[in-house]
């Protein structure tokens, strides 16, 4: 045996006099003491450098938002207005419940709209993931209501001269304003979940790298700052907390049933406020799948995960109303079919060799059964919402183009990571990255790839690919997977050296952000909504672009036939029945269309007839692919910009917006 101190041999006895001398306890005792001293102080100084770190995030993405817009100066439309497409259709909601006479009110009318989709009655809980919303106005409704009553002031009003011949107009500031309130708590949510879910990983992994490289990183980890109201800011800092946990459980032995519940409700929390998220989970489960075909995952431990992703579900579902995209994803499909492979693992072992075959078997009998359920699963609840998704992937490999593929790739979120990379934060993140993949650190090295696919495929998606590339980078600072670089210091050398290198590109991105200096201003667009609310009924019915229309409902509360959320198959066949306007369909088609949809108004907008990102991006040429008949005459929108009669009557116009009043449809008489 080991002597302590090099003392004598087992058989070597020390006198008590000689026992007692020694002081051996009270020597451990005072080393404890000095080690719990130094613990004490470390745990300090983190907690300081994450409180730090917080505030400067935050105070990061305020500040970017607040330079970009100066919304602090901006009157109640004005703040309206900069929430443009979908956050607008949003944040259209948060405005509804709070405006009602009680919340219960409000909620009512949000779960039974009849100015979204006019003339239909709609769940928009069910069908936008609006919880974010609801929860949001009933604490500012308890916010406002405790307020008032204690007589204390929650916001600062005043006057805004704009000049150029403008109106003043009333600003406030303050928690009290809705849309300020509303902000506020999307960029704390973002702030605390964020970075102290990935310092909780730093901790795990070694230190603080991750959250300082996230922040380096700027534009690539996150777009909050830019558009607070969309499902992302929401959903996203919880996926944080869900992979946190997801790494506990891998990492220990026996997880417990309060990990398990906490992982269950992590997945709750991130599913609800986004539709997508359900694809997220998709690569996560083909991860873990990946890590248990390999051997790095017991079935026991895989079908403990895959019943806590069921339930999720399972509550999702129930919470949803009944969404039917929830249990026809491919999500909802590997689940059962994983489950069914793992039950069936000793026939696929007596079938098939041990090794690489019995690998590409259990791959293949995944790819196959999942896309054998999806099938079925969308057969029985009669759903297509998602079949633009299907031909959204399959329009990334092949040539295969169609209307609605064409109206997501032609926006440059929705396109191909642009190929730049940058010497200083993306290389050396990426260096670090691939340090970790030599280290056999399964799961997320498997996560990584599935972002990095996804990230390639669509750039909007780099917000999942950057962080997980930043949290993988920080295990560099881990002595377990990197003591062979020696003692603690030279660790902690490398470490700060990487992050020195790190900086000089990153300093320069934080720079580059914090010196985008704006102010938001859509005089065209006020002056549209301005003449919308005093010069046409409440009940009068709006078409047009979709961007335009969120608008249109949320600041002048008219009721709209199309809208900016394009995941439902009818609103999609809706939507299209629009935009013939911007086609070279003859105009009586056109006004047969809108006369069916119920419209009085179309909001006629040149840019759009015009516009054209790139090479077949124009909206006539998206039309060609399917109305190959009209190919080669003038568009329609051409026309009618410059003479709406005798189809239509243009009621108002200015520099960007044309309003043409529908004609009623003439009844048939026998």
Same mark, same amino acid.
């Given at each position: 045996?080991?002597?302590?101190?090099?003392?004598?041999?087992?058989?070597?006895?020390?006198s008590?006099?000689?026992?007692? +001398?020694r002081?051996?306890?009270?020597?451990?005792?005072?080393?404890?003491?000095?080690?719990?001293?130094?613990?004490?102080?470390?745990?300090?100084?983190l907690?300081?450098?994450v409180?730090?770190?917080?505030?400067?995030?935050?105070?990061?993405?305020?500040? @970017?938002?607040?330079?970009?817009?100066?919304?602090?100066?901006?009157?109640?439309?004005?703040?309206?207005?900069?929430f443009?497409?979908?956050?607008?259709? !949003?944040?259209?909601?948060?405005?509804?419940?709070?405006?009602?006479?009680?919340?219960? &009110?409000?909620?009512?009318h949000?779960?039974?709209d009849g100015?979204?989709? !006019?003339?239909?009655?709609?769940?928009?809980l069910k069908?936008?993931?609006?919880?974010?919303?609801?929860?949001?106005?009933?604490?500012?409704?308890? !916010?406002?209501g405790?307020?008032?009553?204690?007589?204390?002031?929650?916001?600062?009003?005043?006057?805004?001269?704009?000049?150029?011949? @403008?109106?003043?107009?009333?600003?406030c500031?303050?928690?009290?304003d809705?849309?300020?309130?509303?902000?506020a708590f999307?960029?704390?949510? &973002?702030?605390s979940?964020?970075?102290?879910?990935?310092?909780?990983?730093c901790?795990?992994?070694?230190?603080?790298?991750?959250?300082?490289?996230?922040?380096?990183?700027?534009?690539?980890?996150t777009?909050?700052?830019?558009?607070p109201?969309?499902?992302?800011?929401?959903?996203?800092?919880?996926l944080?907390?869900?992979?946190? @946990?997801?790494?506990?459980i891998? =990492?220990?032995?026996?997880?417990?049933?309060?990990?398990?519940?906490? *992982?269950?409700?992590?997945?709750?929390?991130?599913?609800l406020?986004?539709?997508?998220?359900?694809f997220?989970?998709?690569?996560?489960?083909?991860s873990?799948?990946?890590? !248990?075909?390999?051997?790095?995952?017991?079935?026991v431990?895989?079908?403990? *995960?895959?019943?806590?992703?069921?339930?999720?579900?399972?509550?999702?579902?129930?919470?949803?109303?009944?969404?039917?995209? *929830?249990?026809?994803?491919?999500?909802?499909?590997?689940?059962?079919?994983i489950?069914?492979?793992?039950?069936?693992?000793? =026939?696929?072992a007596g079938v098939?060799?041990?090794?690489?075959?019995l690998?590409?078997?259990?791959?293949?009998?995944?790819?196959?059964?999942?896309v054998?359920?999806?099938?079925?699963?969308?057969?029985?609840?009669?759903?297509?919402?998602?079949? #633009?998704?299907?031909?959204?992937?399959?329009?990334?490999?092949?040539?295969?183009?169609?209307?609605?593929?064409?109206?997501?790739?032609?926006a440059a979120?929705?396109?191909?990571?642009?190929?730049?990379?940058?010497?200083?934060?993306?290389?050396?993140?990426?260096y670090?990255?691939l340090?970790?993949?030599?280290?056999?650190?399964?799961?997320?090295?498997?996560?990584?790839?599935?972002f990095?696919v996804?990230a390639?495929?669509?750039?909007?998606?780099?917000l999942?690919?950057?962080?997980?590339m930043?949290?993988?980078?920080?295990?560099?600072? +881990?002595?377990?997977?990197?003591?062979?670089?020696g003692?603690?210091?030279k660790l902690?050398?490398?470490?700060?050296?990487?992050?020195?290198l790190?900086?000089v590109?990153?300093v320069?991105n934080?720079?580059?952000?914090?010196?985008?200096?704006?102010?938001?201003? &859509?005089?065209?667009?006020?002056?549209?909504?301005?003449w919308?609310?005093?010069?046409t009924?409440?009940?009068?019915v709006?078409?047009?672009?979709?961007?335009t229309m969120?608008?249109?409902?949320?600041?002048?509360?008219?009721?709209?036939?199309?809208?900016?959320?394009?995941?439902d198959?009818?609103?999609?066949?809706?939507?299209?029945m629009?935009?013939?306007?911007?086609?070279?369909?003859?105009?009586?088609?056109?006004? =047969?269309?809108?006369?069916?949809?119920?419209?009085?108004?179309?909001?006629?907008?040149?840019?759009?007839?015009?516009?054209r990102? =790139?090479?077949?991006c124009?909206?006539?040429?998206?039309?060609d692919?399917? $109305?190959?008949?009209?190919?080669?005459?003038i568009?329609?929108?051409?026309i009618l910009?410059? $003479?709406?009669?005798? #189809?239509?009557?243009?009621?108002?116009? &200015?520099?960007?917006y044309?309003?043409?009043?529908?004609?009623?449809?003439?009844?048939?008489?026998r």
């Amino acid at each position: 045996p080991r002597i302590p101190g090099g003392g004598a041999g087992p058989t070597q006895r020390a006198s008590p006099t000689e026992r007692s +001398s020694r002081s051996a306890p009270l020597s451990n005792c005072a080393f404890g003491a000095k080690r719990t001293r130094r613990v004490k102080v470390a745990r300090t100084r983190l907690r300081a450098s994450v409180y730090f770190i917080y505030f400067f995030f935050r105070y990061h993405l305020t500040r @970017l938002f607040e330079n970009d817009r100066h919304f602090s100066h901006l009157s109640a439309l004005e703040k309206e207005m900069a929430f443009r497409t979908e956050m607008g259709l !949003y944040y259209s909601y948060f405005k509804t419940i709070i405006e009602a006479p009680t919340f219960l &009110n409000g909620l009512h009318h949000v779960m039974n709209d009849g100015l979204t989709e !006019y003339p239909l009655v709609i769940n928009t809980l069910k069908r936008f993931n609006l919880y974010p919303e609801v929860v949001l106005a009933s604490w500012y409704r308890t !916010y406002s209501g405790t307020m008032g009553l204690l007589g204390i002031p929650t916001k600062m009003c005043w006057s805004i001269n704009r000049g150029e011949g @403008l109106s003043p107009v009333e600003s406030c500031e303050g928690m009290g304003d809705p849309a300020y309130f509303y902000v506020a708590f999307v960029f704390l949510l &973002n702030g605390s979940c964020r970075v102290y879910g990935l310092w909780l990983y730093c901790v795990a992994n070694g230190d603080l790298h991750d959250a300082i490289s996230l922040l380096l990183c700027g534009p690539q980890s996150t777009r909050v700052m830019w558009t607070p109201p969309l499902r992302e800011s929401f959903s996203y800092p919880f996926l944080v907390l869900q992979m946190l @946990l997801l790494t506990y459980i891998l =990492r220990t032995r026996e997880p417990g049933k309060k990990a398990m519940v906490a *992982l269950g409700l992590s997945n709750v929390f991130f599913m609800l406020p986004w539709q997508f998220a359900q694809f997220v989970l998709l690569t996560q489960v083909a991860s873990l799948f990946a890590c !248990y075909i390999l051997g790095y995952l017991n079935p026991v431990k895989m079908q403990s *995960l895959l019943v806590t992703h069921m339930i999720s579900l399972g509550v999702c579902f129930v919470l949803m109303f009944g969404n039917s995209m *929830l249990l026809t994803s491919f999500y909802a499909s590997s689940l059962v079919s994983i489950w069914g492979i793992i039950a069936l693992r000793h =026939r696929f072992a007596g079938v098939f060799s041990t090794g690489l075959v019995l690998w590409v078997m259990q791959g293949l009998a995944w790819v196959a059964s999942t896309v054998a359920f999806k099938f079925v699963a969308s057969k029985v609840f009669g759903s297509s919402d998602d079949a #633009h998704i299907s031909s959204l992937i399959k329009s990334k490999f092949t040539s295969y183009k169609d209307f609605d593929t064409m109206m997501y790739t032609c926006a440059a979120e929705f396109d191909f990571m642009e190929v730049e990379v940058k010497w200083g934060v993306e290389i050396m993140v990426f260096y670090c990255v691939l340090c970790a993949l030599f280290l056999k650190l399964v799961y997320h090295s498997l996560q990584l790839i599935a972002f990095a696919v996804l990230a390639v495929l669509i750039m909007r998606l780099k917000l999942f690919l950057t962080p997980h590339m930043c949290i993988m980078a920080s295990l560099v600072c +881990s002595r377990q997977l990197f003591g062979w670089i020696g003692e603690k210091l030279k660790l902690q050398l490398v470490a700060f050296a990487i992050l020195a290198l790190m900086a000089v590109q990153g300093v320069s991105n934080l720079q580059n952000q914090w010196g985008i200096i704006g102010e938001f201003s &859509n005089l065209p667009q006020e002056q549209l909504l301005e003449w919308i609310k005093a010069n046409t009924k409440p009940s009068a019915v709006f078409a047009g672009a979709m961007p335009t229309m969120a608008s249109v409902k949320l600041s002048a509360g008219r009721p709209i036939v199309n809208h900016p959320h394009y995941e439902d198959a009818g609103l999609r066949e809706r939507t299209k029945m629009v935009y013939a306007m911007y086609s070279r369909k003859p105009a009586e088609v056109v006004k =047969r269309n809108l006369q069916n949809l119920q419209v009085d108004f179309f909001i006629l907008e040149d840019s759009w007839c015009t516009r054209r990102s =790139r090479p077949g991006c124009s909206m006539p040429e998206i039309w060609d692919l399917g $109305d190959q008949e009209n190919a080669g005459k003038i568009p329609l929108c051409t026309i009618l910009s410059r $003479d709406s009669q005798p #189809h239509f009557k243009t009621v108002f116009q &200015n520099t960007v917006y044309k309003v043409l009043k529908v004609p009623k449809a003439s009844k048939v008489t026998r």
